[in-house]
């Protein structure tokens, strides 16, 4: 890969991952009530799916999915639904004790007044916040043609734009979680952080509804 590529894929990336999507309202959320830590965990997920959205992508599943109207509505329908579904959830979000979140065991047995979801769910909850939108793999089947060059190996290019993405990607939703904690730190009302928790969670509601109307009217 050239590195004049390389320096427009890297442009252009961080220009979209920049961009609010379900993603980084997820990272905050966990940021917010979990703190930048453990919203690492959240955030690995998220480009455990990256990783794999990107190989399907460069061996021609997006092309397949996008071919498939039936197949695309499908995930999408599932993708709105866990949207929503995850925006209830943060909406209700408990508010106490949301400085301990940062230094609380592992294991949230541990200290039933600080609830906390487990390492696996955290991770969980990221992975399927980006896989579950279809959107991710047909956009990656668009855009990665556009940055390899056909004279040259398939896979070292595909594996340097993969772990370019995954590096900056996850850097930028990590930053989201990192805001996030240390609003958690300024905001001392347990009001305040009702608020955040309920924009967040209304936030991730309408980007499922609205992927689900889109849906629709398709």
């Known amino acids: ?25 997820l990272a905050m959320g966990h940021g917010l009530n979990f703190g930048a830590r453990r919203a690492l965990l959240t955030v690995c997920g998220m480009e455990s799916a990256v990783i794999l ?11 397949l999915l996008a071919a498939s109207p039936a197949a695309f509505f499908a995930v999408k329908l599932c993708g709105a639904l866990y949207l929503m579904w995850l925006g209830l959830r943060q909406w209700h979000a408990p508010v106490h004790g949301a400085y301990a979140h940062e230094n609380a065991p592992e294991n949230p047995t541990e200290n039933a007044a ?51 993405t995954v590096i900056v990607d996850g850097a930028v939703m990590q930053g989201y979680a990192a ?35 889109a849906g629709r009217s398709a």
């Open 114 to 164: 600080t609830p906390i979801l487990t390492a696996h769910r955290r991770w969980l909850d990221g992975f399927l916040c980006n896989i579950s939108n279809p959107k991710g793999i047909v956009f990656m089947a668009a855009m990665l043609p556009q940055f390899l060059q056909p004279a040259r190996p398939l896979a070292p290019q595909l594996a340097i734009l993969i772990a370019t």
């Open 179 to 213: 805001i996030a904690a240390r609003l958690a730190r300024w905001l001392q009302q347990a009001a305040a952080r009702r608020a955040l928790n309920r924009l967040c969670g209304g936030v991730l509601i309408l980007m499922g509804a609205a992927l689900l109307l």
């Open 1 to 25: 890969m050239s590195l004049h590529l390389w320096l427009a894929y890297l442009l252009a990336l961080s220009l979209l991952s920049l961009a609010p999507g379900p993603s980084a309202v």
């Open 53 to 63: 959205m990107m190989l399907a992508a460069g061996g021609g599943a997006g092309a």
